[in-house]
T-cell receptor
Framework: KNQVEQSPQSLIILEGKNCTLQCNYTVSPFSNLRWYKQDTGRGPVSLTIMTFSENTKSNGRYTATLDADTKQSSLHITASQLSDSASYICVVVGSTLGRLYFGRGTQLTVWP | NAGVTQTPKFRILKIGQSMTLQCTQDMNHNYMYWYRQDPGMGLKLIYYSVGAGITDKGEVPNGYNVSRSTTEDFPLRLELAAPSQTSVYFC????????????FGDGTRLSIL
């Protein structure tokens, strides 16, 4: 069964600290993996997209890694800001029909 | 930059009522999608469209209908609303290539009482 599991479910950190969010998936065959940020009351916004041949991709203070062999990805946030408080969703795209499989998200709260 | 626009933002329906959730995009994207997001759950695909005049079912299509008469618009119809349809509904669109990101609207929060 194609699944996407994220951990932790929620996380609280202090402003300025770093954190890492995890994503494990069983989707096969696999086309690409995406991380989205969803602010409260808003739609998800794309942060990064990685194909199976890419190991790392950065977008400002966000760095995503991918290990296609172990089917794991992580999103590292550096020097967190209050505006980073949001839900971070891991999305895996299957190469058959391009179907998207969504994780449940990690709810990140950054405290001052 | 309007992107994907959804209306209404909030709605309360009584059981058995019907309504249409509107979605329009101004990016000339061929692919459009409807998802529902229940609390603590991942987004689930309701219906999708690969172009005007073409629609297909996703994971959870029961109780919903869609149409795609133009590239820009992709309305979602709820017939005979049920409490199980209480959710947040998101519309999304993307360009043709599978490696392109989906652009989401800000959602419609629907409660069925």
């Amino acid at each position: 069964k194609n699944q996407v599991e994220q951990s932790p479910q929620s996380l609280i950190i202090l402003e300025g600290k770093n954190c890492t969010l995890q994503c494990n998936y069983t989707v096969s065959p696999f086309s690409n993996l995406r991380w989205y940020k969803q602010d409260t009351g808003r739609g998800p916004v794309s942060l990064t997209i990685m194909t199976f041949s890419e190991n790392t991709k950065s977008n400002g203070r966000y760095t995503a890694t991918l290990d296609a062999d172990t089917k794991q990805s992580s999103l590292h946030i550096t020097a967190s800001q209050l505006s980073d408080s949001a839900s971070y969703i891991c999305v895996v795209v299957g190469s058959t029909l391009g179907r998207l499989y969504f994780g449940r998200g990690t709810q990140l709260t950054v405290w001052p | 930059n309007a992107g994907v626009t959804q209306t209404p933002k909030f709605r309360i329906l009584k059981i058995g009522q019907s309504m249409t959730l509107q979605c329009t995009q101004d990016m000339n994207h061929n692919y459009m999608y409807w998802y529902r997001q229940d609390p603590g759950m991942g987004l689930k695909l309701i219906y999708y469209s690969v172009g005007a005049g073409i629609t297909d079912k996703g994971e959870v299509p029961n109780g919903y209908n869609v149409s795609r008469s133009t590239t820009e618009d992709f309305p979602l119809r709820l017939e005979l609303a049920a409490p199980s349809q209480t959710s947040v509904y998101f519309c999304a669109s993307r360009r043709g290539q599978v490696d392109q990101p989906q652009h989401f609207g800000d959602g419609t929060r629907l409660s069925i009482l």
